[in-house]
């Protein structure tokens, strides 16, 4: 069974700080990484991907893969109110993607 | 800018009876998603599309649940007997062939089963 595990919080910031989400995976053959966002009612949306490892940014958002670990996180700078939602982790090995259960992020203002 | 299309996008049935919803993915992707997901959980996959044929269904439960995807552009998914557990969030995604196959979803449809 190929695992994706996420904290599933709450994960409580301050306007203005950094968030930092955190998700490990079983399968040492995953080849891609996503971080898709979700907020309460709608479907995911796809915040990044990243395949190799160290670092990849986009905007307030930083994607960072560690595959000797394992690990891939996702950082939010300058976190937003309307950064308040669940945020999950999807691995891809083979033809399937594994999703982990999400975090959930609140942002307080 | 393309999207997944999904309708409709909230039903409401009763146990017992028969359920459809249908995707139209993004043009040009061949590769198709079905997931169910239960609140609080992530999605689960139910079936996967390459063009018409089917590459995963093993966690679809096939005594109600059938899907097809007959020219290898839209998708139904069908239920039938609705049970009170099926009531979910169902999901529909596509990607193209590449390095990523990153996925984009639908709106999805709300299932509410009485």
């Known amino acids: 069974q190929k695992e994706v595990e996420q904290n599933s919080g709450p994960l409580s910031v301050p306007e203005g700080a950094i968030a930092s989400l955190n998700c490990t995976y079983s399968?040492?053959?995953?080849?891609?990484f996503f971080w898709y966002r979700q907020y309460s009612g709608k479907s995911p949306e796809l915040i990044m991907f990243i395949y190799s490892n160290g670092d990849k940014e986009d905007g307030r958002f930083t994607a960072q893969l560690n595959k000797a670990s394992q690990y891939v996180s996702l950082l939010i700078r300058d976190s937003q109110p309307s950064d308040s939602a669940t945020y999950l982790c999807a691995v891809k090995g083979g033809n399937q993607f594994y999703f982990g259960t999400g975090t959930s992020l609140t942002v307080i203002p | 800018e393309a999207e997944v299309a999904q309708s409709p996008r909230y039903k409401i049935t009763e146990k017992s009876q028969a359920v459809a919803f249908w995707c139209d993915p993004i043009?040009?992707?061949?590769?198709l998603y079905w997931y169910r997901q239960i609140l609080g959980q992530g999605p689960e996959l139910l079936v996967q599309?390459?063009?018409?044929?089917?590459?995963?269904d093993s966690q679809l439960p096939k005594d109600r649940f059938s899907a097809e995807r007959l020219k290898g552009v839209d998708s139904t998914l069908k239920i039938q007997p609705a049970e009170l557990g099926d009531s979910a969030m169902y999901l529909c995604?596509?990607?193209?062939?590449?390095?990523?196959?990153?996925?984009?979803f639908g709106p999805g449809t709300r299932l509410t089963v009485l």
């Open positions: 599309f390459q063009d018409e044929s089917v590459v995963d």
């Open positions: 043009s040009g992707h061949a590769t």
């Open positions: 995604a596509s990607s193209s062939r590449g390095l990523t196959d990153t996925q984009y």
């Open positions: 399968d040492r053959g995953s080849q891609s």
